[in-house]
């Protein structure tokens, strides 16, 4: 199994920055993917950005396109998402998702297959 362990949330100004991490142990030889998502109070969880463990293909959601940016250092197991011009609307909390099998969109909750415990962002205005 892998297990998964954000960091990095915190509470910063409309315009700032962050940069969240996604630190992966376990089987990560077996890793197809890693994806953030995150879920608002109230709203359902939505996808943020992929990227594959092997290659360059990276993913983003059309809200954070040009905002956000998703990396990874497989050396060091982990994947970041540096978060440039927040907005409150992105205000959530924030989870690191790994896809072992191959299945579904990277897009969807439903194609993941660990967790981890999520990491609070809040953007004021």
């Known amino acids: 199994q892998v297990q998964l362990v954000e960091s990095g949330g915190g509470l910063v100004q409309a315009g700032g920055s962050l940069r969240l991490s996604c630190a992966a142990s376990?089987?990560?030889?077996?890793?197809?993917?890693v994806g953030w998502f995150r879920q608002a109070p109230g709203k359902e969880r939505e996808f943020v950005a992929a990227?594959?463990?092997?290659?360059?293909?990276?993913y983003y959601a059309d809200s954070v396109k040009g905002r956000f940016t998703i990396s990874r250092d497989n050396a060091k197991n982990t994947v970041y998402l540096q978060m440039n011009s927040l907005k409150p609307e992105d205000t959530a909390v924030y989870y690191c998702?790994?896809?072992?099998?191959?299945?579904?969109?990277?897009?969807?909750?439903?194609?993941?297959?660990?967790w981890g415990q999520g990491t609070q962002v809040t953007v004021s205005s």
């Open positions: 998702a790994c896809q072992a099998t191959l299945r579904g969109s990277y897009s969807y909750t439903t194609a993941y297959d660990y």
């Open positions: 376990g089987r990560t030889s077996s890793m197809n993917a």
């Open positions: 990227i594959r463990w092997s290659g360059v293909d990276t």
